[in-house]
C-alpha cells in the first residue's frame, strides 16, 4: 500500500513539471467589448509581370511600336511617302505624288509592321486627286478608290521603302530613300534641307521646295502669267548648311497653255540646263532666288505660303477666291484690255455674254470675231488706266472694275471654280 502511495506521489510531481514548462498563468477570459488583436502580417504582393494597360502593354519585345524605328519622310523622284506609328502596333502612310504643276495624287493607309519581315500589309487604302487653282492657293478634291490593298517593305540595312500597290501597281520598280537617316547629310546625319522644306510664295510665283535622298533638294518653281498660262522651272541642287545656298545647273523652264475650260494642257520647253541659285533666311525661313537666264525673280522675297494675309477674305461676298488671287484676274483683265488683246480677253469670259449693243455672244470665236476692228474711245481707255486692281467693289453679283464697265464672278465650269468674265460694256 504505501508502495501505490510512492507511485501516484511520484506521477503527480511529474504532472505538475509537465504544466510548469507550459506556462502556468491562466487564459484570460474573453472580453467581447476588447479590441481584436491585428491579424498577422503578410508580406507585400510581388509586382505583376504583366504592365498596366497604359499604353505600355503591345508593341516589340522593347515595349516600343517596331515602326518607331522607320517613321519619317521617304522620297523618290517626284513621289514622297511619310510615314508615323499609331499607338503602340500601327502605322500611318501618306504617299502623295506630283503628277503635274496642276494635280497630285495622294494615297492613305495603314497597318502594322511585321517585326520579322519588316513588312506593313494594309486594306483601307484611300486614293484621291487633287487638283489646284491656276495659283495653288485652293484645291478640289476627288476620289478615285477606297480599300485599296497592298504592302510596304523596308530595308533593316539601308532604311529604303519599296512599295507594292496592288490596284494600280504605281510604285513599280521604285526604291524610296530615308530623308532622314544615320549616315550622310549634315552633322545630325539629317538632309540639311529638311529644315526649309515646303511651299514659299510671293504675288502670283510659288515655289515648292522637297527633299531628295539625304543630301539633295528639288525645286518646282510655278508661276501664273494669266488666266489661260503659267510659266514653270524645275531644278535640283544640295543646301550648303553654311550659306544656305543651293546651287543649281538643270533647270528646265516649260509653258502650260490650259484649254479654254482648263481641263487640258499643252506644254512648250522654253529652254534646259539653265543656272541659278535659291538662298534662304534662317531667321524668317524666307527664300530668294536668283535666276541666270533672265532674273525672273529680282527683288522678290518668297514667304512661307502657310501665312495667310490678314485681309484673304476681302471678296467673300462674292466669291471664296482669296484677296490676292481677285485681283491678280483683275490686272490680267485690265492688261488685256488696254493691249485690245481680245484673244487673251475672250478666254476669260463666262458665255454666253450679252454685250451693250445686246449682242449674244456663245463662245470664244464669236467674241473675237465680234470686237474684230474695235478699238477703245478715250473715256473707256482712261477709266481703265484709272483702275488699280486693289480693294475693288463687290456685291453677291460679283466684282466690279473700272467705274462697273467690267464684272467677273467666280463660276463653275467642268466642276472646277474658275473667275470669269460676265458683264462687258466697254466697246
Known amino acids: ?5 510512492w507511485i501516484c506521489l511520484i506521477l503527480s510531481l511529474l504532472m505538475v513539471c509537465s504544466l510548469a514548462a507550459c506556462g502556468t498563468n491562466p487564459a484570460p477570459a474573453q472580453n467581447n467589448d476588447a479590441t481584436p488583436a491585428p491579424a498577422p502580417t503578410e508580406p507585400a504582393p510581388e509586382p505583376s509581370a504583366e504592365p498596366e494597360s497604359s499604353g505600355e502593354t503591345g508593341g516589340g519585345e522593347d515595349g516600343q511600336n517596331p515602326i518607331m524605328n522607320f517613321i519619317g519622310s521617304y522620297a523618290c523622284g517626284r513621289a514622297g511617302i511619310d510615314v508615323e506609328a499609331v499607338g503602340m502596333e500601327g502605322a500611318r502612310f501618306l504617299v502623295h505624288w506630283g503628277s503635274s504643276a496642276f494635280e497630285s495624287a495622294s494615297w492613305e493607309m495603314s497597318g502594322s509592321l ?14 484621291t486627286i487633287l487638283t489646284f487653282s491656276e495659283d495653288g492657293e485652293s484645291s478640289t478634291e476627288t476620289v478615285e478608290y477606297e480599300n485599296g490593298t497592298g504592302t510596304f517593305t523596308f530595308n533593316g540595312e539601308d532604311y529604303s521603302l519599296t512599295w507594292q500597290d496592288d490596284q494600280e501597281n504605281a510604285a513599280e520598280g521604285m526604291v524610296f530613300t530615308f530623308a532622314y537617316g544615320e549616315t550622310g547629310g549634315g552633322e545630325d546625319g ?18 515648292d521646295v522637297e527633299a531628295v535622298g539625304m543630301e539633295g533638294a528639288r525645286f518646282l518653281v ?65 527664300l530668294t532666288w536668283q535666276d541666270d537666264q533672265e532674273n525672273a525673280a529680282e527683288g522678290m522675297v ?17 466669291t471664296s477666291f482669296d484677296k490676292e488671287i481677285v485681283e491678280g484676274f483683275a490686272a490680267d483683265v485690265r492688261r488685256a484690255v488696254l493691249d485690245e488683246d481680245w484673244e487673251a480677253l475672250s478666254r476669260m469670259i463666262a458665255y454666253p455674254l450679252t454685250v451693250s449693243d ?34 475693288m467693289f463687290a456685291n453677291y453679283q460679283g466684282v466690279s472694275m473700272a467705274d462697273g464697265r467690267i464684272w467677273f464672278a467666280e463660276v463653275i465650269l467642268e466642276d472646277a471654280s474658275l473667275l470669269k468674265i460676265i458683264s462687258f460694256s466697254v466697246v
Open 1 to 5: 500500500m504505501r508502495k501505490m502511495r
Open 114 to 127: 511585321d517585326p520579322e519581315t519588316l513588312v506593313v500589309t494594309y486594306s483601307d487604302c484611300k486614293k
Open 190 to 207: 539629317q538632309n540639311p534641307i529638311m529644315n526649309f522644306i515646303g511651299s514659299y510664295a510671293c504675288g502670283r510665283a510659288s515655289i
Open 222 to 286: 510655278h508661276w501664273g502669267s494669266s488666266a489661260w498660262e503659267s510659266a514653270n522651272w524645275e531644278m535640283t541642287g544640295s543646301l550648303d548648311p553654311e550659306t544656305l545656298v543651293v546651287t543649281y545647273s538643270d533647270c528646265k523652264k516649260y509653258i502650260l497653255t490650259f484649254s479654254e475650260d482648263g481641263e487640258s494642257s499643252t506644254e512648250t520647253v522654253e529652254y534646259e540646263n539653265g543656272t541659278g541659285s535659291f538662298t534662304f533666311s534662317g531667321e524668317d525661313y524666307s
Open 302 to 318: 518668297f514667304t512661307s505660303a502657310y501665312a495667310v494675309p490678314e485681309d484673304a477674305d476681302f471678296y467673300s461676298v462674292a
Open 358 to 391: 445686246g449682242a449674244e455672244l456663245r463662245s470664244a470665236e464669236e467674241f473675237t470675231a465680234y470686237m474684230a476692228g474695235k478699238t477703245l474711245d478715250a473715256d473707256v481707255r482712261a477709266a481703265v488706266e484709272a483702275e488699280p486692281c486693289r480693294d
